[in-house]
């Protein structure tokens, strides 16, 4: 309540705030270039935010890495209507929720990431922000998820040299280099390249987080109307898996020998990996025909290997009591092994065109054909053993030969293809009034195995108003509709049939002045062919695909320059999500979340210096079934030196160190939320 309060009165005193565009400094510039002008994400066109009927948001590189981010869902921590890491600190993949619902990745506009467990996760460092849509974009972005998206913008190449090199030490021996640098080889050649070397444990025993990451780039200007950029990636990572499935008694219900640790490892060290190298391509064609006229072609190819070899107890036979002895020590354990292929290609290619059919009426038509292949192929096999998990005797647990469990075989072979066609009319009328109309047509194929191909076909509309009414307020008004294929199977065997939904949104836009945004909105969505837990099988992760669900919400997300050039972000999100008939809340998934940055310059000589920032994060209590994980608020802070061109800064994410369950499912397992981290990083700019 207290933090919902704090809230309260910053989004008021937004109203308030004069402009100070004239002497914005780097923080006011996050705010501005991060709010008021991200309206271009969800059309494709370079559209402000006050003209476009649906809430975007923005996050530059500055903000999240003052915030503390160190993954993809890091970054997502201070954002209305999103859940980062709602499983806790996860090694494997970048995972959150958007309005309830689970967000698909996207990287320059195309989708970044396939199935599950069959890939490795994008680096922060390689992009200069992250967008996040909330609500459908299926019309615009084709494979999109109902609640919404993320999308990370690459760096690219610039005309004008510089770059950085840091070094950074933290937390659980954290060791890294990174460097980026850019700036032009020939007239009209541009480069830059971004490396990250890492060397690093994590929150839970014996699970590293080592990575090499090289990104290099070049931008050709072939003329003033056309540039072709080609972007290449190689990454490789060595780690683990940090989510180690721990039972709920031991963890949130109680166990007569204790609490388990949170830095507990069920598994074998040096067996256990997550352990990936991943392949990248991407070629970005603009050229110009006109102020009136102009294409943009992608196109993107991604080869992916991944091992993934863990273990986990087996706390789902019988979640309320897993384990064998009157004791409550002895618990069954699992072995899995995995070797996933995952190969993907895509491609968008849109025409732009702008033109009026009256004195006050413009409009904006892009017209778009979009394309995308993918293959997932996994082979698995698993074991079973016995650990007393208060005193685990790592020595005695089976390396299975360093390889695969005995039995191994293919699991998955799923192929899909999907072909879109869309088109999009932005009409401007009287420079007040903003009309977004549009429509596409999507075809996806789909096999497992080399089985009879399956086909599914879909078209989805979205319609949207938005005009200020008086000056910097501006209500909206949108429908719009997903369809999202899904790779893989369900539990009976057969692939997966795409979800489908719609929703519909009212809300208001107020701009106060230059930097300043605030958003209040609210939706009803509706969806059909959700992946559940299949409780009718032994496997805890098989899943079925339930009838329909209903998320309906309200959010607020306000963004300043308060006098004191004093950067102010405030959120605040309230979300019912529902399979409908059950009347209970999806699991996992707090119906209340709020979040509260501020950050600040001060100069202290002509030479130096200091930034400071701090932020409270707070997460509402969740359910499943009848276990309810308590809410819980962590606090971050930032602090940063600057003198000539070097830097030195220390993050500290959850600085009071809160010890907290992240979620905790019925199904038999808890996981851990986020311990205290802290790392310095020292920067040389030039």
Not at 102 to 128: E, K, V
Not at 213 to 236: C, F, K, N, R, V
Not at 480 to 500: C, D, L, M
Request: hydrophobic content about 35%.
């Amino acid at each position: 309540m207290k933090l919902l309060k704090a809230l309260l009165l910053s989004v008021t005193a937004l109203a308030g705030a004069p402009a100070f565009a004239q002497t914005a400094d780097q923080d006011s510039e996050i705010v501005v270039s991060g709010q008021i002008r991200s309206g271009g994400a969800t059309t494709k066109t370079d559209t402000p935010a006050v003209e476009v009927p649906q809430p975007v948001t923005i996050i530059p590189a500055a903000l999240y890495e003052a915030q503390g981010a160190l993954s993809i869902s890091d970054t997502l921590n201070y954002v209305a209507g999103v859940q980062s890491n709602p499983y806790g600190p996860d090694s494997r993949v970048d995972s959150a929720t958007i309005r309830g619902l689970d967000a698909l990745q996207f990287r320059d506009g195309m989708r970044d990431i396939f199935s599950y467990y069959a890939s490795i996760r994008a680096d922060p460092y390689n992009f200069d922000s992250v967008q996040v849509l909330r609500g459908p974009s299926s019309m615009l972005f084709g494979q999109g998820s109902l609640g919404g998206l993320v999308n990370m913008n690459s760096k690219l190449p610039s005309s004008v040299a510089g770059g950085e090199v840091a070094v950074r030490y933290g937390s659980f021996e954290r060791k890294e280099v990174m460097a980026d640098l850019t700036g032009p080889i020939t007239d009209g050649l541009a480069a830059r390249i971004v490396a990250r070397v890492r060397d690093s444990g994590t929150q839970t025993d014996y699970v590293p987080d080592d990575r090499v990451m090289i990104s290099p780039s070049l931008t050709w200007s072939l003329s003033a109307d056309t540039s072709l950029t080609l972007l290449g990636l190689y990454q490789e990572d060595d780690g683990g898996s940090t989510s180690q499935f721990l039972p709920l008694v031991g963890t949130i219900l109680p166990n007569p020998n204790g609490k388990l640790a949170s830095d507990t490892f069920i598994g074998k060290p040096g067996w256990d990996r997550y352990d990936g190298r991943l392949l990248q391509g991407t070629a970005l064609l603009t050229h110009r025909f006109s102020d009136a006229a102009k294409i943009s072609v992608k196109a993107r190819y991604i080869d992916s290997d991944l091992t993934y070899f863990t273990h986990y107890p087996n706390s789902y036979s019988n979640p309320s009591n897993p384990y064998l002895d009157a004791e409550q020590r002895t618990i069954g354990l699992y072995s899995s092994g995995s070797v996933a292929q995952m190969e993907i290609f895509s491609t968008d290619n849109t025409v732009q065109l702008s033109f009026d059919t009256g004195a006050s009426i413009e409009h904006v038509l892009l017209a778009g054909v979009d394309y995308s292949w993918n293959r997932v192929r996994k082979t698995e096999a698993y074991g079973y053993e016995v650990i007393d998990i208060y005193n685990i005797d790592y020595s005695a647990i089976s390396d299975h030969g360093g390889g695969l469990p005995a039995g191994a075989a293919p699991t998955t072979d799923v192929e899909q293809t999907q072909l879109g066609v869309y088109v999009q009319d932005q009409i401007r009328l009287w420079d007040r009034v903003s009309v977004v109309l549009g429509a596409r047509r999507d075809r996806v194929t789909s096999n497992s195995f080399g089985a009879d191909r399956v086909a599914q076909t879909a078209t989805t509309f979205r319609a949207g108003v938005i005009g200020e009414i008086v000056s910097g307020v501006s209500p909206f008004f949108s429908y719009t509709e997903s369809f999202e294929p899904i790779a893989g199977s369900a539990s009976n065997g057969k692939p997966y049939v795409p979800k489908q939904g719609n929703q519909y949104e009212a809300g208001i836009k107020y701009q106060p002045n230059a930097a300043s945004m605030i958003t209040l909105t609210g939706y009803r969505i509706k969806e059909t062919n959700r992946p559940i837990s299949d409780n009718s099988t032994v496997d805890p992760f098989d899943q079925i695909q339930a009838g329909s669900l209903t998320s309906k919400g309200v959010e607020v997300e306000a963004r300043t320059v308060l006098p004191g050039q004093l950067q102010v972000i405030a959120n605040y999100s309230y979300n019912e999500a529902e399979i409908d008939g059950s009347n209970e809340q999806l699991e996992n998934v707090p119906k209340h979340n709020a979040s509260l940055w501020a950050a600040r310059r001060f100069t202290l000589t002509d030479a130096v210096s200091l930034r400071v920032g701090a932020g409270v994060r707070y997460s509402g209590e969740n359910q499943s079934g009848t276990i309810v994980t308590p809410d819980y608020t962590l606090v971050d802070g930032f602090a940063e030196v600057r003198w000539g061109r070097w830097s030195f800064a220390v993050n500290a994410t959850n600085l009071l160190g809160k010890e907290y369950y992240a979620s905790c499912l019925a199904r038999g397992d808890c996981f851990m939320g986020a311990e205290r981290n802290v790392f310095g990083t020292l920067r040389y700019r030039f």
